[in-house]
């Protein structure tokens, strides 16, 4: 069986940082393309950024400079960075594996259940 655990979110000011982990197990890490993905209540899940498995990363525009995806196959983790966090950011985080086709990303639906990240005053 595939699991993805996240871990990591918290509640923050505007401008404070936080860094999000996913342990994967049940899969062979280093052969899947993996993404975060957020959802915010009573809207779309959107993905974040994704990092392929030979490193290449994306960004969604509304992340750009301001998150950073990495990956550490030795230990079956994919990491999300968030600096310099917007109320915007607000929502629940999700890692999930999949693959790049033709520049788009294809989750493949072992979702876990997310990280609340919350950016307030």
């Known amino acids: 069986q595939v699991r993805l655990v996240e871990s990591g979110g918290g509640s923050v000011q505007p401008g404070g940082s936080l860094r999000l982990s996913c342990v994967a197990s049940?899969?062979?890490?280093?052969?899947?393309?993996m993404g975060w993905y957020r959802q915010a209540p009573g809207k779309q899940r959107e993905l974040v950024a994704s990092?392929?498995?030979?490193?290449?990363?994306n960004y969604a525009d509304s992340v750009k400079g301001r998150f950073t995806v990495s990956r550490d196959n030795a230990k079956n983790t994919v990491y999300l960075q968030m600096n310099n966090l917007k109320p915007e950011d607000t929502a629940v985080y999700y890692c999930?594996?999949?693959?790049?086709?033709?520049?788009?990303?294809?989750?493949?639906?072992?979702w876990g259940q997310g990280t609340q990240v919350t950016v307030s005053s």
């Open positions: 990092i392929t498995r030979v490193g290449i990363t």
């Open positions: 049940g899969m062979i890490f280093s052969a899947n393309d």
């Open positions: 999930s594996r999949g693959y790049y086709s033709h520049t788009n990303y294809y989750p493949l639906g072992n």
